[in-house]
C-alpha cells in the first residue's frame, strides 16, 4: 500500500481545512488509517484512526470535536476534515495505514510522506 498525503496549507485560526490521504493497492480497504502529527522539535502524535469500513473512530483529546475522520473505499481515499483550527494544530500530518485501529505509530505498516498544515494567529 502506497499512501499520498496532500491538502496541507496556510489557513488562520479558527478556520477549516480537509486534508486526504489517497492509497493504492487494492487491500486499501481492509486496512485501519490513522493521522498523526508532527510540530518541529516534537514527537509524533497521535489525531485520528478510523476502521477498515470506516464505522469506528477514535480521536486524540486535543481534537476532538473539531476534527472529523472519514473514509471513501471505493475512492481509496481517507479525509481529515479540520475546523476550529488553533496554531497549536500546525505541524506536518502523516496518514498510515495498519491492521489495527491504534493510536501507536509503531503499529502502523504503511506511511505517507506528509503534508503541512499552519495555523497563524
Known amino acids: 500500500v502506497q499512501l499520498q498525503a496532500s491538502g496541507g496549507g496556510l489557513v488562520q485560526a479558527g478556520g477549516s481545512l480537509r486534508v486526504s490521504c489517497a492509497a493504492s493497492g487494492r487491500t486499501f480497504s481492509s486496512y485501519a488509517v490513522g493521522w498523526f502529527r508532527q510540530a518541529p522539535g516534537k514527537e509524533r502524535e497521535f489525531v485520528t484512526v478510523?476502521?477498515?469500513?470506516?464505522?469506528?473512530?477514535y480521536y486524540a483529546d486535543s481534537v476532538k470535536g473539531r476534527f472529523t475522520i472519514s473514509r471513501d473505499n471505493a475512492k481509496n481515499t481517507v479525509y481529515l476534515q479540520m475546523n476550529s483550527l488553533r496554531p497549536e494544530d500546525t505541524a506536518v500530518y502523516y496518514c498510515?495505514?495498519?491492521?489495527?485501529?491504534?493510536?501507536?505509530?509503531?503499529?502502523?505498516?504503511?506511511w505517507g510522506q506528509g503534508t503541512q498544515v499552519t495555523v497563524s494567529s
Open positions: 478510523v476502521s477498515w469500513s470506516g464505522g469506528s473512530s
Open positions: 498510515a495505514a495498519g491492521e489495527v485501529l491504534a493510536g501507536t505509530p509503531k503499529t502502523y505498516d504503511y
